[in-house]
């Protein structure tokens, strides 16, 4: 049997292998050295700044700043507070209290309000008090009493009968309206309007059915909707020609002018513009970054330099030299000086004890004196304790 051909017997073309282009390998080696030119002086430049400016803020800017603050709180600020709260604040409150405060507060309590109160106790409340029983006798025995005596005896009564008057007076209107006025208008729209106006209506309608509504169908039936099948055909071809000539002579060119010109160029220019930016960044980091251990090594030789030219004689000077010499004199010097200082510090001590006793006598020794005993009360010789008995008959 023949062998069946799939589609999976196709050999696939291998893939290209990823990697980087021709413009890559052009761009980079040049970049990479132009900028590494440019960036180690910066980054030796920028290093140094960064540590003098470190070690000056650490050792000049902090202090100075710190001993300024200090100076200006201590010669400013204080004594202005001081002087302030002291020559100002103190003196205008003690005037404004005994200038101003307590003699308006006598002058208040004493002029005003003394009088004020005497005028309300004396005279006011009990003037008050009169006039409004006063008023209240008045008004009760000139107006509440005879305006309640009139209602009661003159306007119940006369109420009562217009209301009576006023009821028959509107039964009868309302009948003589109703018979006057009502019924034969109700008659007249029933039996006369109404017929009327159905039979009026019913020929408006027939009217207006044969008159127009028929010759309006006859006309769009076999006049407009002609017409507007053809305008319609019409404009439908119109804008299939239309759009033919726009395809074909507008939208096909452009599209081809995208897609086999504008298209690739810009790929090519976006893929040129993306390696000359990639590799120049990677350039200045690498350069950077390389920058960097040129300076610390640069840092570190003259650091070098600086420890065994200075700091390396002067510890040997300080280890060989100045520290046997200060243990020789500690030894040789200061200690005899000490000891002799403190043996003439006793003698002194004690010249001045002999000279006071020659002079004054010894001192008295403190006598003791025994310490009293503590005050009991006398203990009853026939005190009841657990194992004894006080009665007579179990004393042993």
Do not use: N
């Amino acid at each position: 049997m023949e062998r069946e051909h799939t589609g999976t017997d196709r050999q696939v073309p291998a893939r290209y292998e990823p990697g980087e282009g021709c413009v890559t390998q052009v761009v980079r080696i040049p970049v990479r050295i132009v900028v590494l030119v440019l960036v180690v002086p910066v980054r030796l430049v920028w290093d140094a700044l960064t540590a003098a400016g470190r070690a000056v803020d650490r050792s000049v800017l902090r202090p100075l700043g710190r001993g300024l603050a200090r100076l200006w709180h201590t010669l400013v600020v204080r004594p202005v507070a001081w002087a302030w709260r002291t020559l100002v604040v103190v003196p205008v409150a003690w005037a404004w209290r005994t200038l101003v405060v307590l003699p308006l507060g006598w002058t208040w309590r004493t002029l005003v309000l003394a009088p004020l109160g005497w005028l309300w106790r004396a005279v006011l409340a009990p003037a008050g008090r009169g006039t409004g029983r006063a008023a209240a006798w008045l008004v009760r025995y000139l107006l509440v009493v005879p305006v309640r005596w009139l209602y009661a005896q003159v306007f119940t009564p006369l109420g009562h009968g217009l209301s009576w008057l006023l009821r028959g007076l509107g039964a009868a209107l309302l009948w003589l309206g109703g018979a006057v006025f009502v019924r034969p208008w109700v008659a007249l729209w029933r039996y006369v309007l109404v017929p009327v106006g159905r039979a009026a209506g019913a020929a408006l309608v027939w009217l207006a059915r044969h008159l127009v509504v028929v010759p309006a169908q006859w006309l769009y039936a076999h006049v407009l909707a002609p017409c507007g099948r053809g305008i319609a055909w019409l404009v439908r071809g119109t804008g299939t020609v239309l759009a033919a000539l726009v395809r074909w002579l507008v939208i096909v060119p452009l599209v081809t002018l995208w897609r086999y010109v504008l298209a690739p160029a810009g790929r090519l220019l976006a893929a040129v513009v993306t390696v000359v930016v990639r590799e120049t960044g990677a350039a200045l980091g690498h350069c950077w970054r390389a920058a960097g251990i040129v300076s610390r090594a640069v840092g570190r030789f003259l650091a070098a330099v600086l420890r065994w030219l200075v700091v390396e004689p002067l510890r040997r000077t300080y280890r060989t030299v100045l520290t046997p010499l200060g243990h020789g004199i500690r030894d040789g010097v200061w200690r005899p000086v000490r000891q002799a200082l403190r043996s003439a510090r006793e003698t002194v001590r004690q010249t001045r004890g002999e000279i006071r006793r020659a002079l004054f006598g010894a001192p008295e020794e403190p006598r003791r004196v025994p310490a009293a005993r503590p005050r009991r009360e006398p203990r009853a010789p026939g005190t009841r304790t657990l194992g004894s008995s006080t009665t007579a008959l179990t004393k042993d």
